[in-house]
């Protein structure tokens, strides 16, 4: 993320235009719709800041920089995933984990694990005790 913070009226500039979902005093979101847009005209030889201007932002308040890293995270998530992979996936991960029912045989895995984890720190336990009475008696 940058660290160029944006004053209200950045913000006010910002939020007028259509390409513009969401705007705070340190990120802007994209419309969907521009980043496609943003894919096809570079697919024609644009440049990012070119694309920006176009689509009506100052590219001096936004910072070339954040163009131009906006823009080549665009184009990767295009190459990997194509058009979906430009979506903003936010308004689909809650961040809440599946309230799925998971199989007998994925509980019984993630309880080996979890008895491998606490067997591991006994062992880490047991060594540190050890130590500790070796220091002791010195």
Do not use: C
């Not at 160029?4 to 705007?23: G, H, M, R, Y």
């Not at 943003?38 to 163009?67: C, H, L, S, W």
């Not at 996936?89 to 080996?112: D, V």
């Amino acid at each position: 993320m940058s660290k160029k913070l944006f004053s209200e009226s950045d913000i006010q500039a910002l939020q007028a235009n259509p390409s513009v979902k969401t705007v705070s005093t340190k990120a802007i979101t994209y419309t969907d719709e521009f980043k496609r847009a943003f894919i096809a005209e570079y697919e024609k030889g644009n440049t990012p800041v070119e694309i920006f201007q176009k689509y009506g932002f100052d590219v001096d308040m936004i910072g070339r920089r954040r163009v131009r890293s906006s823009g080549k995270r665009w184009r990767a998530a295009y190459t990997k995933k194509g058009i979906s992979g430009l979506e903003d996936t936010r308004k689909h991960n809650t961040g809440r984990p599946s309230e799925k029912e998971i199989s007998a045989e994925e509980k019984i895995k993630r309880l080996e694990g979890k008895i491998k984890v606490i067997e591991a720190e006994k062992e880490l336990l047991k060594k540190l005790e050890m130590i500790e009475k070796g220091m002791r008696r010195n």
